[in-house]
Protein backbone atom coordinates (compact mmCIF):
# COMPACT_ATOMS: atom_id res chain seq x y z
CA UNK A 1 0.00 0.00 0.00
CA UNK A 2 2.78 2.49 0.75
CA UNK A 3 4.61 1.52 -2.61
CA UNK A 4 0.98 2.31 -4.16
CA UNK A 5 0.24 5.42 -2.43
CA UNK A 6 4.20 6.97 -3.35
CA UNK A 7 3.80 5.39 -7.11
CA UNK A 8 0.00 7.79 -6.97
CA UNK A 9 1.74 11.04 -5.56
CA UNK A 10 4.60 10.77 -8.05
CA UNK A 11 2.17 10.31 -10.94
CA UNK A 12 -0.65 12.61 -9.80
CA UNK A 13 0.84 15.56 -7.98
CA UNK A 14 2.04 17.06 -10.68
CA UNK A 15 -1.19 16.55 -12.54
CA UNK A 16 -2.93 18.31 -9.45
CA UNK A 17 -0.45 21.29 -9.33
CA UNK A 18 -0.78 21.96 -12.72
CA UNK A 19 -4.84 22.12 -12.39
CA UNK A 20 -4.19 24.30 -8.96
CA UNK A 21 -2.19 26.45 -11.14
CA UNK A 22 -2.95 26.86 -14.41
CA UNK A 23 -5.13 30.14 -13.93
CA UNK A 24 -8.39 29.16 -15.97
CA UNK A 25 -8.85 25.31 -13.87
CA UNK A 26 -7.80 27.21 -10.72
CA UNK A 27 -10.52 30.12 -11.64
CA UNK A 28 -12.94 27.23 -11.88
CA UNK A 29 -12.07 25.40 -8.86
CA UNK A 30 -12.47 28.62 -6.64
CA UNK A 31 -15.90 29.09 -8.52
CA UNK A 32 -17.06 25.49 -7.39
CA UNK A 33 -15.85 26.30 -3.74
CA UNK A 34 -18.16 29.40 -3.55
CA UNK A 35 -20.84 27.74 -4.32
CA UNK A 36 -20.63 25.45 -1.22
CA UNK A 37 -22.00 27.78 1.13
CA UNK A 38 -25.70 27.89 -1.25
CA UNK A 39 -25.11 24.23 -1.58
CA UNK A 40 -25.13 23.56 2.02
CA UNK A 41 -28.13 25.92 2.96
CA UNK A 42 -29.62 24.59 -0.24
CA UNK A 43 -29.89 20.99 1.74
CA UNK A 44 -31.66 21.76 5.00
CA UNK A 45 -33.98 23.20 3.20
CA UNK A 46 -34.44 20.33 1.32
CA UNK A 47 -34.38 17.68 4.21
CA UNK A 48 -37.01 19.35 6.16
CA UNK A 49 -39.35 19.65 2.63
CA UNK A 50 -38.73 15.42 2.06
CA UNK A 51 -39.22 13.76 5.59
CA UNK A 52 -37.58 10.29 5.52
CA UNK A 53 -41.45 8.22 5.50
CA UNK A 54 -44.57 8.33 2.92
CA UNK A 55 -48.25 8.39 3.71
CA UNK A 56 -48.37 4.88 3.74
CA UNK A 57 -45.57 4.08 5.83
CA UNK A 58 -47.00 6.45 8.76
CA UNK A 59 -50.49 5.20 8.20
CA UNK A 60 -49.08 1.74 9.30
CA UNK A 61 -47.71 3.07 12.26
CA UNK A 62 -45.24 1.95 14.64
CA UNK A 63 -41.87 3.26 14.26
CA UNK A 64 -42.57 5.69 11.67
CA UNK A 65 -45.73 7.66 12.56
CA UNK A 66 -42.85 9.31 15.10
CA UNK A 67 -41.97 11.38 11.50
CA UNK A 68 -46.15 12.11 11.35
CA UNK A 69 -45.77 15.59 12.66
CA UNK A 70 -42.84 16.54 10.17
CA UNK A 71 -44.53 14.79 7.47
CA UNK A 72 -47.70 16.86 8.05
CA UNK A 73 -45.92 20.31 8.21
CA UNK A 74 -43.53 19.94 4.72
CA UNK A 75 -46.66 18.52 2.92
CA UNK A 76 -48.70 21.64 3.73
CA UNK A 77 -45.83 24.10 3.75
CA UNK A 78 -43.57 22.04 0.96
CA UNK A 79 -43.16 25.07 -1.44
CA UNK A 80 -42.85 27.39 1.06
CA UNK A 81 -40.12 25.46 2.36
CA UNK A 82 -38.66 25.36 -1.13
CA UNK A 83 -38.23 28.79 -1.82
CA UNK A 84 -34.76 29.09 -0.45
CA UNK A 85 -33.77 26.10 -2.26
CA UNK A 86 -35.25 27.13 -5.53
CA UNK A 87 -33.24 30.73 -4.54
CA UNK A 88 -30.02 28.66 -4.28
CA UNK A 89 -29.50 25.29 -5.56
CA UNK A 90 -31.69 26.53 -8.32
CA UNK A 91 -29.94 29.65 -9.09
CA UNK A 92 -26.10 27.59 -9.29
CA UNK A 93 -25.31 28.54 -12.56
CA UNK A 94 -25.93 31.48 -11.97
CA UNK A 95 -23.64 31.89 -8.60
CA UNK A 96 -20.64 30.24 -10.89
CA UNK A 97 -20.65 32.76 -13.71
CA UNK A 98 -19.65 35.23 -11.41
CA UNK A 99 -17.43 33.42 -8.99
CA UNK A 100 -15.59 31.75 -11.94
CA UNK A 101 -15.05 35.29 -14.21
CA UNK A 102 -14.29 36.94 -11.11
CA UNK A 103 -11.68 34.45 -9.84
CA UNK A 104 -10.58 33.99 -13.23
CA UNK A 105 -10.33 38.16 -14.08
CA UNK A 106 -8.66 38.76 -10.48
CA UNK A 107 -5.43 36.25 -11.76
CA UNK A 108 -5.21 39.12 -14.68
CA UNK A 109 -4.99 41.90 -12.16
CA UNK A 110 -8.66 43.00 -14.21
CA UNK A 111 -12.18 44.24 -12.31
CA UNK A 112 -13.29 41.57 -10.62
CA UNK A 113 -16.64 43.05 -9.81
CA UNK A 114 -17.23 44.11 -13.34
CA UNK A 115 -15.50 40.37 -15.11
CA UNK A 116 -18.28 38.71 -12.68
CA UNK A 117 -21.49 41.00 -13.43
CA UNK A 118 -21.00 40.64 -17.05
CA UNK A 119 -20.22 36.98 -17.17
CA UNK A 120 -23.69 36.71 -14.82
CA UNK A 121 -25.74 38.97 -16.98
CA UNK A 122 -24.36 37.12 -19.96
CA UNK A 123 -25.12 34.06 -18.81
CA UNK A 124 -29.00 34.84 -17.71
CA UNK A 125 -29.52 36.26 -21.14
CA UNK A 126 -27.28 32.81 -22.73
CA UNK A 127 -29.71 30.54 -20.64
CA UNK A 128 -32.90 32.37 -19.58
CA UNK A 129 -33.68 35.12 -22.24
CA UNK A 130 -36.70 37.19 -20.77
CA UNK A 131 -40.20 36.49 -22.51
CA UNK A 132 -43.32 38.15 -22.89
CA UNK A 133 -46.58 35.98 -22.40
CA UNK A 134 -49.91 37.02 -23.37
CA UNK A 135 -52.62 36.26 -20.75
CA UNK A 136 -56.32 35.08 -20.63
CA UNK A 137 -57.08 38.28 -18.95
CA UNK A 138 -54.99 40.48 -22.02
CA UNK A 139 -52.20 41.38 -19.52
CA UNK A 140 -48.72 40.78 -20.70
CA UNK A 141 -46.35 38.75 -18.27
CA UNK A 142 -42.77 38.95 -18.75
CA UNK A 143 -40.83 35.49 -17.41
CA UNK A 144 -37.59 33.37 -17.67
CA UNK A 145 -37.19 29.79 -17.84
CA UNK A 146 -35.23 28.22 -14.48
CA UNK A 147 -34.32 25.19 -16.45
CA UNK A 148 -30.40 25.89 -16.62
CA UNK A 149 -29.78 28.54 -13.66
CA UNK A 150 -29.32 25.48 -11.30
CA UNK A 151 -26.79 22.95 -12.26
CA UNK A 152 -28.16 21.70 -15.33
CA UNK A 153 -26.94 25.22 -17.19
CA UNK A 154 -23.31 24.72 -15.34
CA UNK A 155 -21.57 23.89 -18.39
CA UNK A 156 -22.92 26.60 -20.16
CA UNK A 157 -22.15 29.20 -16.85
CA UNK A 158 -18.31 28.02 -17.29
CA UNK A 159 -18.25 28.41 -21.35
CA UNK A 160 -19.65 31.81 -20.23
CA UNK A 161 -17.79 33.04 -17.60
CA UNK A 162 -14.25 31.93 -18.66
CA UNK A 163 -14.69 33.15 -22.64
CA UNK A 164 -16.44 36.27 -21.44
CA UNK A 165 -13.48 37.02 -19.39
CA UNK A 166 -10.85 36.68 -22.54
CA UNK A 167 -12.77 38.60 -24.48
CA UNK A 168 -12.97 41.34 -22.08
CA UNK A 169 -8.63 41.03 -21.85
CA UNK A 170 -8.18 41.11 -25.47
CA UNK A 171 -10.49 44.19 -25.73
CA UNK A 172 -8.14 45.77 -22.97
CA UNK A 173 -4.89 44.78 -24.46
CA UNK A 174 -6.06 46.52 -28.08
CA UNK A 175 -7.37 49.06 -27.05
CA UNK A 176 -10.59 48.50 -27.54
CA UNK A 177 -11.95 49.96 -24.79
CA UNK A 178 -13.69 53.63 -24.00
CA UNK A 179 -10.19 55.59 -21.80
CA UNK A 180 -11.20 58.36 -19.63
CA UNK A 181 -8.68 60.52 -18.33
CA UNK A 182 -6.62 59.62 -15.30
CA UNK A 183 -8.53 62.15 -13.13
CA UNK A 184 -11.45 60.43 -13.44
CA UNK A 185 -11.95 58.38 -10.46
CA UNK A 186 -10.93 54.64 -11.21
CA UNK A 187 -14.20 52.55 -10.40
CA UNK A 188 -16.14 55.14 -12.67
CA UNK A 189 -12.78 54.43 -15.51
CA UNK A 190 -13.67 50.45 -15.15
CA UNK A 191 -17.16 50.73 -15.69
CA UNK A 192 -16.83 52.67 -19.23
CA UNK A 193 -13.96 50.56 -20.17
CA UNK A 194 -16.11 47.58 -20.10
CA UNK A 195 -18.73 49.08 -22.49
CA UNK A 196 -16.97 47.96 -25.54
CA UNK A 197 -16.18 44.30 -24.61
CA UNK A 198 -19.69 43.93 -23.21
CA UNK A 199 -21.47 44.13 -26.11
CA UNK A 200 -18.92 42.19 -28.27
CA UNK A 201 -20.01 39.58 -25.71
CA UNK A 202 -23.40 40.01 -26.05
CA UNK A 203 -22.87 39.76 -29.83
CA UNK A 204 -21.21 36.42 -29.41
CA UNK A 205 -23.38 34.78 -26.72
CA UNK A 206 -27.11 35.87 -27.54
CA UNK A 207 -25.85 36.17 -31.22
CA UNK A 208 -25.25 33.01 -30.88
CA UNK A 209 -28.61 31.59 -29.35
CA UNK A 210 -30.31 33.82 -32.45
CA UNK A 211 -28.67 31.63 -34.65
CA UNK A 212 -29.43 28.73 -33.60
CA UNK A 213 -32.73 29.48 -32.93
CA UNK A 214 -32.88 30.86 -36.78
CA UNK A 215 -32.32 26.57 -37.47
CA UNK A 216 -34.88 25.36 -34.40
CA UNK A 217 -36.80 27.96 -32.80
CA UNK A 218 -36.71 24.94 -29.41
CA UNK A 219 -33.20 25.37 -29.17
CA UNK A 220 -30.58 27.54 -26.98
CA UNK A 221 -26.89 27.21 -26.35
CA UNK A 222 -27.57 25.40 -23.43
CA UNK A 223 -30.02 22.88 -25.22
CA UNK A 224 -27.48 22.45 -27.99
CA UNK A 225 -24.77 21.28 -25.37
CA UNK A 226 -27.18 19.34 -23.49
CA UNK A 227 -28.67 17.43 -26.57
CA UNK A 228 -24.84 17.18 -28.28
CA UNK A 229 -23.67 15.09 -24.62
CA UNK A 230 -26.21 13.33 -24.22
CA UNK A 231 -27.17 11.83 -27.91
CA UNK A 232 -24.34 8.99 -28.46
CA UNK A 233 -26.14 8.19 -24.90
CA UNK A 234 -29.77 7.71 -26.39
CA UNK A 235 -29.02 4.12 -27.73
CA UNK A 236 -27.01 2.46 -24.95
CA UNK A 237 -30.19 2.74 -22.44
CA UNK A 238 -31.59 -0.93 -20.66
CA UNK A 239 -28.28 -3.31 -21.67
CA UNK A 240 -25.66 -3.81 -19.16
CA UNK A 241 -22.74 -2.71 -21.62
CA UNK A 242 -24.84 0.53 -22.60
CA UNK A 243 -25.53 1.13 -18.45
CA UNK A 244 -22.46 0.88 -17.41
CA UNK A 245 -21.39 3.65 -19.90
CA UNK A 246 -23.83 5.81 -18.78
CA UNK A 247 -23.04 4.97 -15.85
CA UNK A 248 -19.17 6.38 -16.37
CA UNK A 249 -20.33 9.13 -18.29
CA UNK A 250 -22.56 10.47 -15.43
CA UNK A 251 -19.37 10.32 -13.05
CA UNK A 252 -16.98 11.92 -15.77
CA UNK A 253 -19.74 14.58 -16.34
CA UNK A 254 -19.97 15.61 -12.99
CA UNK A 255 -16.12 15.75 -12.34
CA UNK A 256 -16.19 18.36 -15.44
CA UNK A 257 -18.71 20.40 -13.25
CA UNK A 258 -21.73 18.90 -15.78
CA UNK A 259 -24.78 17.27 -13.77
CA UNK A 260 -24.24 14.53 -15.57
CA UNK A 261 -27.48 13.09 -14.04
CA UNK A 262 -30.21 15.66 -15.94
CA UNK A 263 -27.71 14.84 -19.52
CA UNK A 264 -29.21 11.22 -19.07
CA UNK A 265 -32.58 11.59 -17.47
CA UNK A 266 -33.91 12.17 -20.94
CA UNK A 267 -33.12 8.58 -22.11
CA UNK A 268 -33.09 6.99 -18.79
CA UNK A 269 -36.12 7.96 -17.25
CA UNK A 270 -38.88 6.60 -19.53
CA UNK A 271 -37.15 2.88 -19.06
CA UNK A 272 -36.43 3.26 -15.46
CA UNK A 273 -40.15 3.59 -15.03
CA UNK A 274 -41.23 1.26 -17.25
CA UNK A 275 -38.49 -1.49 -15.13
CA UNK A 276 -40.01 -0.16 -11.76
CA UNK A 277 -43.65 -0.96 -13.62
CA UNK A 278 -43.22 -3.99 -14.37
CA UNK A 279 -40.93 -5.34 -11.31
CA UNK A 280 -44.41 -3.84 -9.28
CA UNK A 281 -46.64 -5.96 -11.14
CA UNK A 282 -44.27 -8.60 -11.00
CA UNK A 283 -44.33 -8.27 -7.19
CA UNK A 284 -48.09 -8.01 -6.85
CA UNK A 285 -48.74 -11.38 -8.66
CA UNK A 286 -46.38 -13.37 -6.68
CA UNK A 287 -43.50 -13.58 -8.64
CA UNK A 288 -39.94 -12.22 -7.78
CA UNK A 289 -38.66 -8.70 -9.40
CA UNK A 290 -36.46 -9.05 -11.99
CA UNK A 291 -32.80 -7.05 -12.40
CA UNK A 292 -32.45 -4.74 -15.35
CA UNK A 293 -29.65 -3.45 -16.87
CA UNK A 294 -31.02 0.25 -16.24
CA UNK A 295 -31.03 -0.31 -12.45
CA UNK A 296 -27.32 -0.16 -12.79
CA UNK A 297 -27.17 4.16 -12.84
CA UNK A 298 -29.06 3.38 -9.69
CA UNK A 299 -26.26 1.73 -7.12
CA UNK A 300 -23.69 5.25 -8.12
CA UNK A 301 -26.22 6.65 -5.94
CA UNK A 302 -26.45 4.98 -2.52
CA UNK A 303 -24.38 6.19 -0.40
CA UNK A 304 -23.74 10.12 -0.32
CA UNK A 305 -25.40 11.08 -3.84
CA UNK A 306 -24.19 10.64 -7.15
CA UNK A 307 -20.85 8.92 -6.87
CA UNK A 308 -21.36 7.29 -3.37
CA UNK A 309 -19.17 10.05 -1.53
CA UNK A 310 -19.92 8.99 1.73
CA UNK A 311 -16.90 6.93 2.44
CA UNK A 312 -14.98 10.22 1.53
CA UNK A 313 -16.59 12.41 3.44
CA UNK A 314 -16.17 9.77 6.40
CA UNK A 315 -12.09 9.74 6.13
CA UNK A 316 -12.64 13.55 5.87
CA UNK A 317 -13.37 13.61 9.45
CA UNK A 318 -10.03 12.47 10.73
CA UNK A 319 -8.09 14.30 8.16
CA UNK A 320 -4.90 16.10 8.71
CA UNK A 321 -5.46 19.48 6.88
CA UNK A 322 -7.94 21.88 8.26
CA UNK A 323 -9.43 22.47 5.27
CA UNK A 324 -10.25 18.60 4.27
CA UNK A 325 -11.77 18.10 7.74
CA UNK A 326 -13.90 21.50 7.96
CA UNK A 327 -15.16 20.07 4.67
CA UNK A 328 -15.82 16.73 6.20
CA UNK A 329 -18.03 18.13 8.93
CA UNK A 330 -19.75 20.14 6.63
CA UNK A 331 -20.87 17.89 4.06
CA UNK A 332 -21.73 14.62 6.58
CA UNK A 333 -24.91 15.32 7.22
CA UNK A 334 -25.83 16.48 3.88
CA UNK A 335 -24.08 13.08 2.48
CA UNK A 336 -26.28 11.04 4.71
CA UNK A 337 -29.50 12.88 2.94
CA UNK A 338 -27.92 11.75 -0.33
CA UNK A 339 -26.65 15.04 -1.60
CA UNK A 340 -23.55 14.86 -3.00
CA UNK A 341 -22.85 18.60 -4.55
CA UNK A 342 -21.22 19.78 -1.18
CA UNK A 343 -18.65 16.88 -1.89
CA UNK A 344 -18.40 17.48 -5.30
CA UNK A 345 -17.84 20.90 -5.34
CA UNK A 346 -16.60 21.54 -1.91
CA UNK A 347 -13.67 18.93 -2.01
CA UNK A 348 -13.45 20.10 -4.79
CA UNK A 349 -14.20 16.83 -6.95
CA UNK A 350 -14.70 18.80 -9.80
CA UNK A 351 -11.26 19.05 -12.18
CA UNK A 352 -9.34 17.49 -9.44
CA UNK A 353 -7.59 14.72 -10.84
CA UNK A 354 -6.44 13.17 -7.57
CA UNK A 355 -10.15 12.83 -6.33
CA UNK A 356 -11.84 12.41 -9.68
CA UNK A 357 -10.08 8.73 -10.17
CA UNK A 358 -12.07 7.24 -7.13
CA UNK A 359 -15.18 9.22 -7.68
CA UNK A 360 -15.46 7.34 -11.14
CA UNK A 361 -13.80 4.05 -9.81
CA UNK A 362 -15.90 4.03 -6.45
CA UNK A 363 -19.29 4.39 -8.43
CA UNK A 364 -18.54 2.14 -11.12
CA UNK A 365 -17.40 -1.18 -8.26
CA UNK A 366 -20.92 0.41 -6.87
CA UNK A 367 -22.53 -0.55 -10.09
CA UNK A 368 -21.14 -3.95 -10.54
CA UNK A 369 -21.50 -5.00 -6.43
CA UNK A 370 -25.29 -3.86 -6.93
CA UNK A 371 -25.63 -6.26 -10.18
CA UNK A 372 -23.59 -9.34 -8.45
CA UNK A 373 -26.02 -9.22 -5.24
CA UNK A 374 -29.06 -8.94 -7.28
CA UNK A 375 -28.14 -11.08 -9.98
CA UNK A 376 -27.47 -14.12 -7.63
CA UNK A 377 -30.58 -13.58 -5.28
CA UNK A 378 -28.83 -11.91 -2.22
CA UNK A 379 -30.51 -8.90 -2.41
CA UNK A 380 -33.84 -8.12 -4.07
CA UNK A 381 -33.87 -5.70 -7.12
CA UNK A 382 -35.66 -2.41 -6.62
CA UNK A 383 -39.49 -2.38 -8.03
CA UNK A 384 -41.09 0.83 -6.05
CA UNK A 385 -40.55 4.06 -7.21
CA UNK A 386 -39.91 5.95 -4.38
CA UNK A 387 -39.00 10.15 -4.98
CA UNK A 388 -37.42 12.12 -2.20
CA UNK A 389 -34.04 12.73 -0.38
CA UNK A 390 -34.43 9.94 2.02
CA UNK A 391 -31.64 9.02 3.79
CA UNK A 392 -28.63 6.18 3.26
CA UNK A 393 -30.21 2.93 4.20
CA UNK A 394 -33.96 4.08 4.26
CA UNK A 395 -33.98 5.25 0.99
CA UNK A 396 -32.99 1.70 -0.53
CA UNK A 397 -34.53 -0.16 1.68
CA UNK A 398 -38.07 1.17 0.98
CA UNK A 399 -37.65 0.71 -3.02
CA UNK A 400 -37.36 -3.33 -2.37
CA UNK A 401 -38.39 -3.79 0.93
CA UNK A 402 -35.33 -6.26 2.01
CA UNK A 403 -33.59 -5.80 5.07
CA UNK A 404 -30.31 -7.78 3.35
CA UNK A 405 -30.33 -3.69 1.09
CA UNK A 406 -29.22 -2.15 4.13
CA UNK A 407 -26.39 -5.26 5.03
CA UNK A 408 -25.14 -4.59 1.61
CA UNK A 409 -25.21 -0.53 1.78
CA UNK A 410 -23.29 -0.95 5.26
CA UNK A 411 -20.43 -3.27 3.77
CA UNK A 412 -20.54 -0.69 0.32
CA UNK A 413 -19.10 1.77 2.95
CA UNK A 414 -16.05 -0.03 3.70
CA UNK A 415 -15.56 -0.97 0.40
CA UNK A 416 -15.55 2.19 -1.09
CA UNK A 417 -13.35 3.57 2.01
CA UNK A 418 -10.64 1.27 0.81
CA UNK A 419 -10.77 2.63 -2.92
CA UNK A 420 -10.66 6.06 -1.60
CA UNK A 421 -8.54 6.13 0.93
CA UNK A 422 -5.07 5.91 -0.88
CA UNK A 423 -6.33 9.43 -2.82
CA UNK A 424 -7.40 10.75 0.00
CA UNK A 425 -4.25 10.86 2.13
CA UNK A 426 -2.26 11.77 -0.99
CA UNK A 427 -5.05 14.81 -1.41
CA UNK A 428 -4.89 15.38 2.44
CA UNK A 429 -1.31 15.77 2.36
CA UNK A 430 -0.96 18.10 -0.01
CA UNK A 431 -3.10 20.50 1.08
CA UNK A 432 -1.40 19.97 4.58
CA UNK A 433 1.81 20.48 3.18
CA UNK A 434 -0.32 24.13 1.79
CA UNK A 435 -1.26 24.95 4.82
CA UNK A 436 2.03 25.07 6.40
CA UNK A 437 3.66 26.42 3.57
CA UNK A 438 1.20 29.81 3.84
CA UNK A 439 1.48 29.62 7.38
CA UNK A 440 5.00 29.97 7.48
CA UNK A 441 4.61 32.48 4.50
CA UNK A 442 2.41 34.67 7.16
CA UNK A 443 5.02 33.78 9.86
CA UNK A 444 7.68 35.77 7.83
CA UNK A 445 5.70 38.53 6.97
CA UNK A 446 4.81 39.50 10.88
CA UNK A 447 8.17 39.02 11.64
CA UNK A 448 9.50 41.49 8.86
CA UNK A 449 7.00 43.65 10.06
Excluded at 87 to 107: E, K, N, P, R
Excluded at 138 to 153: D, E, F, K, P, R
Excluded at 218 to 227: A, D, N
Excluded at 289 to 304: D, K, R, S, W, Y
Aim: hydrophobic letters at 50%.
Amino acid sequence: MEKFMQWLNEKLTPIANFCGTQRHLSAMQKGFMTMVGFILVSAIFMIIANPPVSADMIAEGGFWSIFSGWYDFATTYKLTILIPFNMTMGMLSVIASFAIAYHLSDSYKMSSMNSGLTSMILFMMTAAPANYYALADGNVLSGISMTYLGAQGLFTAIIVSLVSVEVTRLCKKYKLTIRLPESVPPFLSETFSSVIPMLINILIFFGGNLLIQNFDPTLSIPSLIEQVLGAPLSNLVNSYPGSLVICFAILFFWCLGIHGNMIVMPFTTPVTMIVFANNAALVAAGQPAQFEPIMLTMAINLLGGTGNTLSFVLLSLKAESQQLRAFGKAAIIPSVCRISEPAIFGAPIVYNPILMIPFILGGMVSALLYWLVCSTGLVIPMYLMVTGTFPIFINSFIKCLDFKMIIFEAVLIPILGVIWYPFFKIYDKNLLNEEIKNKEIAEQELANA
